[in-house]
């Protein structure tokens, strides 16, 4: 065998076009003091995975966290509050500006040129933004901010009237947030505030270019958190948010006395910003979901923490029901009155499986096995939180949508799941993953049917002025 020498193999030659890029790269790099300078990645030569990580390592280092990359945005997640990043002041100078593509690279560049381009009815006329990268980049902030910038450049000036129909949609567009987040994002071991769904907003612009209304659609709802949750990883923030913030008396209502353990809340002791409780009963009432209403949801949310702490034991007899175990049986009550059904009807749900077959359509009664009853204990429970949540993105989109006879054009902000890879991976994470690729794809080709309609226009628009001349 040959020996190998720096990763090389004594006597090999290394190709021409190899020996040339490494060259290219080592004198690329030799000047690392300027490399913070490049604020555009396809400005770097050569364009190399390594140049590349290198030009986003030195701005980073350089406080410097948004980078473009030809009509895409880097972003590098700076991991502590920077207020004048995203302050009104900024977002003015960026509206404001002739040419903001010229300004540094910035999230509110992007959404102001987004913005000129429906206003100036390029086509395509509607717009999306994508927010996409791992879980634990940033894009629940950055999508934060994008809603934000538009809710302040699209409000109507000159119409008090309007003003005030854009501000309640405005203050009811960016009230979901924290509703939606308590509901669907999720402490996970890479992200204090890890969204566990996709989302697209869509925000929608009359004829001047002033919002007037918007919509909200949801996708991939991880919806097995609720009955599974990894090591060192919590539930929904919204199960922590009631049993953190709720009064003494909505805990004996809701049967969420202090010191109580419920397996499907691990790692209650840890305190997040997240669990603001207070801050997802002030968005609910703004989205005009009462206080009853709120009642009624947290009665589920807790009636589904009991839930979890129901067990079963095996049957002796295989043609008997299962029987919860002793300590268990107080919380099929307690689950029963929460979810406001009878504890026969719970049990019945959790322990008998019914069977229709034959042509006379014949039903069958079969007990489950242990096994079989925590499977639809756990089902149960993910079911009832999947159509909850889905019944709040009616009610958010209720409270802001507007009929289409009132609005043009759109601008869509779509915040993918990210990109997902765990030592286990499950089917969840191939459908994140090929979601993922998929909407990239959609959105890049007809980014490049965009750019090559554009050029054919210029090139017929330059033969004409040549023929002219």
């Known amino acids: 065998m040959p020996k190998q020498i720096n990763g090389q193999k004594k006597g090999s030659v290394i190709p021409n076009d190899l020996s040339d890029s490494f060259e290219e790269v080592k004198a690329f790099l030799s000047d690392e003091d300027t490399l913070h300078l490049f604020d555009d990645l396809t400005k770097v030569n050569p364009v190399t995975t390594t140049t590349v990580l290198k030009c986003l390592q030195a701005r980073y280092a350089g406080n410097v966290f948004y980078t473009n990359a030809g009509c895409s945005l880097v972003t590098v997640n700076p991991f502590q509050p920077i207020s004048s990043l995203y302050s009104p002041e900024l977002m003015k100078e960026y509206h404001a500006a002739l040419r903001p593509q010229e ?215 295989e043609s008997q029901p299962c029987e919860p175990e002793d300590d268990a049986k107080g919380f099929v009550k307690t689950t029963a009155d929460l979810l406001k059904m009878s504890a026969e009807e719970l049990l019945e749900t959790l322990r008998i499986r019914t069977i229709t077959a034959g042509k006379q359509q014949q039903v069958f009664k079969k007990p489950c096995s242990r096994s079989d009853c925590e499977t639809r204990r756990d089902c149960l429970a993910k079911v009832i939180y999947a159509k909850l949540f889905d019944w709040l993105v009616s009610v958010i989109n209720e409270s802001i949508y507007a009929d289409s006879s009132t609005w043009g054009n759109f601008i869509g902000l779509l915040d993918v799941y990210g990109f997902e890879s765990f030592p286990e991976n499950n089917l969840e994470q191939l459908c994140i993953n090929y979601a993922n690729e998929k909407l990239q794809q959609h959105f890049v080709a007809h980014y490049l049917k965009a750019q090559q309609q554009l050029a054919q226009k210029l090139t017929c628009a330059y033969t004409d002025i040549k023929k002219m001349l």
Not at 105 to 127: G, L
Not at 281 to 307: E, P, W, Y
Request: aromatic share 10%.
């Open 103 to 317: 300004l540094k690279p910035h999230v509110f560049a992007v959404a102001e040129q987004t913005y000129r381009n429906v206003q100036s009815q390029i086509e395509p006329v509607n717009q999306s933004i994508i927010v996409s990268g791992e879980s634990g980049a940033g894009k629940t902030w950055t999508s934060r901010c994008l809603m934000k910038f538009y809710a302040t450049v699209a409000a109507s000036t000159t119409s008090p009237k309007g003003n005030e129909m854009v501000e309640r949609i405005e203050r009811r567009v960016l009230d979901s947030n924290p509703v939606m987040e308590a509901f669907g994002n999720a402490c996970t071991l890479r992200n204090n505030n890890s969204s566990r769904f996709g989302k697209y907003i869509q925000l929608q612009l009359n004829r001047s270019q002033h919002l007037t209304s918007a919509s909200i659609q949801t996708f991939l709802l991880e919806k097995t958190r609720v009955a599974y949750q990894a090591p060192c990883e919590r539930n929904f923030h919204i199960f922590y948010q009631i049993t953190k913030g709720a009064t003494k008396k909505e805990r004996a209502e809701w049967k969420l006395h202090k010191g109580a353990n419920f397996f499907w809340l691990p790692n209650p002791e840890k305190d997040l910003e997240e669990d603001c409780f207070g801050v997802t009963r002030d968005a609910m009432f703004h989205l005009g979901i009462d206080c009853s209403t709120q009642n009624n949801i947290f009665k589920v949310l807790a009636g589904l923490l009991h839930l979890g702490n129901i067990q079963f034991s095996s049957s002796i007899d």
